[in-house]
């Protein structure tokens, strides 16, 4: 399974962005997904998660009530919207995947740079 994320830009504070995450070669409906985000000069960090059927999600304290994650299984993709975009969430963002504890599946990363 290869991953592939789109929808990054160069957006204002306050604006939205809608990340997505498509699968080929397989499916994903048997994986747990998440997002993750890598600032310059600091290290990856968690941004959220969903279970294999979306019935649950799981935020970062720094996104909470501003992304949502969610999941088409039937189109193999993953999507994280965002809004109310702050300069501090600037960042390569990566969509991973996980059939046990550990993210082993990887996308590319797609850049999201906000402005003051």
């Known amino acids: 399974v290869q991953l592939v994320e789109s929808g990054g830009g160069l957006v204002q504070a306050g604006d939205s962005l809608r990340l997505s995450c498509v699968a080929s070669?397989?499916?994903?409906?048997?994986?747990?997904m998440g997002w993750f985000r890598r600032a310059p000069g600091k290290v990856r960090e968690f941004v959220a998660g969903v279970t294999r059927s979306g019935g649950s999600t799981d935020y970062a304290e720094s996104v909470k009530g501003r992304f949502t994650i969610s999941r088409d299984n039937a189109k193999n993709t993953v999507y994280l919207q965002t809004n109310t975009l702050k300069p501090e969430d600037t960042a390569v963002y990566y969509c991973?995947?996980?059939?046990?504890?550990?993210?082993?599946?990887w996308g590319q990363g797609t850049q999201v740079t906000v402005s003051s």
């Open positions: 991973a995947a996980r059939l046990s504890s550990i993210y082993d599946l």
């Open positions: 070669g397989g499916t994903l409906r048997w994986y747990e």
